[in-house]
């Protein structure tokens, strides 16, 4: 099977735009959940959704948002970037169902806000 | 409540020698724990998984973990260090509403030749 993609890789965008990425899970993985990773704050989790709908979420503002397709593809989306968002955003999939637990995390997309 | 302490940021091995990265946990239900692997500007790869099966967990490229309860412990261990696992390594406990995950805040292996 394929793992998990996420487009684009890398991304430069300026402050105050906003950015939406993608994700794409492994084929027959309903859950996919996104984090940031940064030098000081670490792995920090953003949201998980399931078919579709968001059942976990992370401690940050809502500028931050996501959204999951009916084939499960996710994007997330932020807007009025901050120089702070600058990271290694992750992506990972799973089954979702009970027994299931790891997760398969995508290679990230690194942007950078200047 | 669920958390993850990882007591070392940083291991330094030599080539050769054993590798032992520590984990505590914290879990108010049943935990699965994991850990995983991540090399420089790369996602994380699952090293290998504890899920209330045999404590004694064996993963990829010889790393090993034991889950031991009454300590709170999920340390990995390795015999004998390669150059290619220098790498940051995660701890992560699932548990709770969806096994949702918390990860530890990393410890870096490094390996001299």
């Known amino acids: 099977k394929a793992g998990v993609t996420q487009t684009p890789r890398y991304l430069i965008k300026t402050r105050g735009q906003q950015v939406t990425l993608s994700c794409s899970p492994i084929?027959?993985?309903?859950?996919v959940s996104w984090y940031q990773q940064t030098p000081g704050q670490g792995l920090q989790f953003l949201f998980e959704y399931f078919s579709e709908t968001q059942r976990n979420k992370g401690n940050f503002p809502g500028r931050f948002s996501g959204r999951q397709f009916s084939n499960s593809r996710s994007e997330m989306n932020v807007s009025t970037l901050e120089l702070g968002d600058s990271a290694l955003y992750l992506c990972?999939?799973?089954?979702?169902?009970?027994?299931?637990?790891?997760?398969?995390f995508g290679p990230g997309t690194r942007l950078t806000v200047t | 409540a669920q958390s993850v302490t990882q007591l070392d940021s940083h291991v330094s091995v030599s080539e050769g020698t054993p590798v032992l990265l520590r984990c505590n946990y914290s879990s108010s239900y049943s935990p699965s724990l994991f850990w995983y692997v991540q090399h420089p500007n790369k996602g994380l790869q699952l090293l290998l998984k504890y899920t209330s099966a045999a404590t004694l967990v064996k993963g990829i490229n010889g790393f090993e973990a034991e889950f031991k309860k009454s300590e709170t412990s999920f340390h990995l261990t390795k015999p004998s260090a390669h150059m290619s696992d220098a790498a940051e390594y995660f701890c992560?406990?699932?548990?709770?509403?969806?096994?949702?995950?918390?990860f530890g805040s990393g410890t870096k292996l490094n390996v001299k030749p």
């Open positions: 992560v406990v699932s548990a709770g509403n969806f096994n949702k995950f918390y």
């Open positions: 990972a999939s799973r089954e979702g169902k009970a027994g299931s637990y790891e997760q398969y």
């Open positions: 084929s027959g993985h309903r859950s």
